[in-house]
């Protein structure tokens, strides 16, 4: 029997809501977990070169990483790859369609419908999942997916081993029961959260948003234009990816024409249909569940309407006349029978050459609240304009406003609060948009206390990214992302959605003419670190010949990089062993090196604990005193009691009981990593977690 350990934190979140059995994990561990240990112990695995997962006996790849929930770890499951559930798998059969995706025994519709919508883009497929894999050539039980997480596109690695009962997939299947693909994508998206109960309830445009990199916007389809067509198309053309729901009753039961309650349905097209009696708008939906269609007018069985639209017409539609999931509604009666509609919106770095989408330009700012520095509150506050400011240039109109008057600009921002649940933090966030200085792109608190705002939130939100959508005239403004209350602590990405060709710009900051004092407090480690620029050209020097930085270069970069500026001396602190545990603890391949995008990952973190160092370090000696570690610790989002301040003493202290630069970097790196691989291992938010023997020295060894 495999040994498991059991730790649990002091506080505790409320279960997610679940239909899955639950099983005694420690009594019925699988027969997969077990063979797994077997393997460990008797030596049967081996290495896979340059990472810590292994291959198993039979040769083929083993991610005994990905965490396992009760469910998966019973008895009565069996862990099994594609090759011994059917004589001739494949990853895709006739290509990946919406059709391809089943749900099986958890609530996880929200992801489902996200997969389907995604499925009717070839690009943005690609993008997900490379489309050459198969379990014919090169084949090693190995799969690789890519998702969207705050600006960059991470990699999961996993293997093709998926839980069934009685030889059947007890999670997501698609109809050909040949076909894999579909099953291998929830599998990767469950690992990227924390395991397939991390996957029971959620929103629908968060897993659009992972898959896509898009601005997600939800919508009250009561609320919705007159013309709803005429703005579905518009939604369409631009490439959006919609998904809607009817929130009204109980679980995942019907109403009276058979849609769903609190079930994610996706929108795939908007048709004006002729008919014998004159034209009709219709919305054609996809139950992710691959039945339950819709039962009143146009419905695919029973809904005469279609005798009045001919054969030419009804196969222009694609229409299908069985219960796949799939059917048509008028558009009213899809006002009648959802509540909700969720947007994702798309972006010019998804656009496929060729093709008639057009979705918007974008930009990005990545920025932190730091508290002290640049975390000022709320805009009824007196300390608003400490709040990160940046400056963009509407200058292109609108296409269907340029013949007209009045001439405005679309746009669309989002504000995403970063890592929030693995934080276990929800800031109540929210966007300002006020008129440029004339003559600079920082509005000072003079500027701020004669304007008010062109457009704003209306409310503070603690969802992970609130948008702003706006039209405004050509002309210079400036956005101002804050949280409700002063000094809170995190880090943050802003995008800015304009229409094709618009010239929206980065933010510009203050110079030293401006406010002084402002560009004083802004960024502290701007005067104790190298530019971005400066970063780069250190990284390109000091890694080896493959582009990774090791421990070894890591030393010698920091070493270099602190020398110049205000923390200069403090080097003679760093340790080989700092660097060894900063790369292994940002190192998501587990070969204890770093490549540039994981290394842009640690630098700006260091940028942000550089800043919050350097203020705290109130009597500017390079060293933090011990009772100014625990606020330092707070303005980073990480809350300590007294028994972990003590261990903080004994532990990572210099002998004064002060603790240096590298010190506090090397104590923020190993506290934020331990708490997230808790809450990693925490799926159900429970406070509790057991990991196996493995999984336990895994953990402690490689840190």
């Known amino acids: 029997m495999e040994k498991s350990l059991s730790v649990s934190s002091e506080s505790s979140l409320p279960p997610l809501d679940d239909d899955v059995d639950s099983v005694c994990s420690d009594e019925l561990l699988g027969s997969q977990s077990r063979r797994w240990l077997a393997d460990l112990l008797t030596g049967n695995m081996s290495p896979e070169s340059g990472d810590v997962n292994t291959v198993g006996r039979d040769g083929l790849f083993v991610d005994y990483n990905f965490p396992l929930g009760e469910l998966e770890m019973s008895s009565r499951v069996k862990w099994k790859r594609p090759k011994e559930l059917c004589p001739s798998p494949q990853f895709i059969v006739n290509g990946a369609t919406r059709l391809d995706v089943r749900q099986g025994k958890l609530n996880d519709c929200w992801l489902l419908s996200a997969i389907a919508s995604l499925s009717m883009h070839r690009s943005l497929l690609k993008k997900v999942m490379p489309l050459e894999?198969?379990?014919?050539?090169?084949?090693?039980?190995?799969?690789?997916?890519?998702?969207?997480?705050?600006?960059?596109?991470?990699?999961?690695?996993?293997?093709?081993?998926?839980?069934?009962?009685?030889?059947?997939?007890?999670?997501?299947?698609?109809?050909?029961?040949?076909?894999f693909w579909s099953s291998l994508l929830e599998k990767a998206y469950a690992k990227l959260k924390g395991g397939y109960r991390a996957l029971d309830m959620g929103f629908p445009h968060e897993a659009m948003v992972d898959m896509t990199g898009?601005?997600?916007?939800?919508?009250?389809?009561?609320?919705?234009?007159?013309?709803?067509?005429?703005?579905?198309?518009?939604?369409?053309?631009?490439?959006?990816?919609?998904?809607?729901?009817?929130?009204?009753?109980?679980?995942?039961?019907?109403?009276?024409?058979?849609?769903?309650?609190?079930?994610?349905?996706?929108?795939?097209?908007?048709?004006?249909?002729?008919?014998?009696?004159?034209?009709?708008?219709?919305?054609?939906?996809?139950?992710?569940?691959?039945?339950?269609?819709?039962?009143?007018?146009?419905?695919?069985?029973?809904?005469?309407?279609?005798?009045?639209?001919?054969?030419?017409?009804?196969?222009?539609?694609?229409?299908?006349?069985?219960?796949?999931?799939?059917?048509?509604?008028?558009?009213?009666?899809?006002?009648q029978n959802f509540e909700l509609m969720e947007v994702c919106h798309l972006t010019e770095t998804l656009n496929e050459p060729g093709s008639s989408v057009l979705p918007w330009s974008s930009i990005m700012h990545h920025g932190n609240w730091v508290p002290c520095i640049s975390a000022g509150g709320p805009a009824h506050g007196g300390f608003f304009w400490q709040n990160p400011q940046f400056h963009f240039v509407l200058s292109k109109v609108d296409s269907d406003t340029a013949n007209t008057s009045e001439k405005t600009c679309s746009f669309i921002l989002a504000l995403m609060q970063k890592h929030q649940r693995r934080r276990g933090i929800n800031l109540a966030i929210a966007l300002h948009i006020y008129k440029a200085h004339p003559k600079n792109t920082?509005?000072?608190?003079?500027?701020?206390?004669?304007?008010?705002?062109?457009?704003?939130?209306?409310?503070?939100?603690?969802?992970?990214?609130?948008?702003?959508?706006?039209?405004?005239?050509?002309?210079?403004?400036?956005?101002?992302?804050?949280?409700?209350?002063?000094?809170?602590?995190?880090?943050?990405?802003?995008?800015?959605?304009?229409?094709?060709?618009?010239?929206?710009?980065?933010?510009?900051?203050?110079?030293?003419?401006?406010i002084p004092s402002v560009t004083e407090l802004s960024f502290p480690h701007q005067a104790a670190l190298p530019s971005p620029k400066s970063t780069k050209l250190l990284f390109m020097k000091h890694c080896n010949k493959n582009g990774f930085c090791k421990p070894v270069h890591l030393h010698s970069l920091l070493t270099e990089a602190v020398q110049g500026g205000v923390l200069a001396g403090s080097e003679k602190y760093l340790a080989l062993e700092h660097c060894k545990s900063m790369v292994v603890l940002?190192?998501?391949?587990?070969?204890?090196?770093?490549?540039?995008?994981?290394?842009?990952?640690?630098?700006?973190?260091?940028?942000?604990?550089?800043?919050?160092?350097?203020?705290?370090?109130?009597?500017?000696?390079?060293?933090?005193?011990?009772?100014?570690?625990?606020?330092?610790?707070?303005?980073?989002?990480?809350?300590?009691?007294?028994?972990?301040?003590?261990?903080?003493?004994?532990?990572?202290?210099?002998?004064?009981?002060?603790?240096?630069?590298?010190?506090?970097?090397?104590?923020?790196m190993k506290l934020e990593s331990m708490i997230h691989k808790f809450q990693a291992y925490d799926m159900v938010g429970m406070g509790t977690v057991t990991v196996s023997y493995r999984q336990w020295l895994h953990m402690t060894m490689y840190n």
């Open 586 to 668: 940002m190192d998501s391949q587990g070969i204890a090196q770093l490549n540039w995008p994981e290394f842009q990952s640690l630098w700006d973190k260091i940028r942000r604990w550089t800043d919050i160092f350097l203020v705290y370090d109130k009597n500017k000696t390079q060293r933090l005193e011990y009772q100014e570690v625990s606020p330092a610790l707070k303005a980073a989002g990480i809350m300590v009691d007294d028994l972990i301040m003590q261990l903080v003493g004994l532990r990572y202290t210099e002998p004064d009981m002060t603790i240096s630069y590298p010190g506090f970097l090397y104590l923020l």
């Open 133 to 179: 894999q198969s379990f014919q050539d090169g084949y090693n039980g190995c799969f690789v997916f890519r998702f969207w997480q705050y600006g960059q596109w991470e990699e999961v690695r996993i293997d093709d081993l998926l839980p069934t009962q009685d030889n059947n997939l007890i999670y997501l299947s698609s109809p050909e029961r040949h076909e």
């Open 442 to 514: 920082y509005l000072s608190p003079e500027d701020l206390s004669a304007l008010r705002p062109v457009l704003c939130s209306s409310q503070y939100s603690s969802r992970r990214e609130v948008v702003l959508r706006g039209v405004l005239p050509q002309g210079r403004y400036v956005i101002i992302p804050s949280t409700a209350e002063p000094n809170q602590q995190g880090p943050f990405l802003l995008r800015v959605l304009t229409e094709q060709g618009n010239a929206a710009t980065p933010a510009h900051k203050p110079g030293p003419q401006d």
């Open 214 to 335: 898009g601005v997600a916007e939800v919508f009250s389809i009561a609320s919705l234009p007159r013309e709803l067509p005429a703005f579905l198309r518009h939604l369409l053309a631009k490439g959006a990816l919609i998904n809607c729901a009817n929130c009204q009753g109980p679980l995942e039961q019907r109403n009276g024409l058979g849609i769903m309650f609190r079930h994610a349905y996706s929108l795939t097209a908007v048709e004006e249909v002729k008919t014998a009696h004159g034209a009709v708008d219709l919305v054609r939906i996809l139950n992710p569940w691959g039945n339950t269609e819709w039962e009143g007018p146009w419905s695919d069985l029973k809904g005469p309407e279609w005798n009045t639209v001919s054969d030419e017409e009804q196969k222009r539609l694609e229409r299908v006349r069985r219960e796949d999931g799939e059917f048509w509604m008028s558009v009213s009666d899809f006002r």
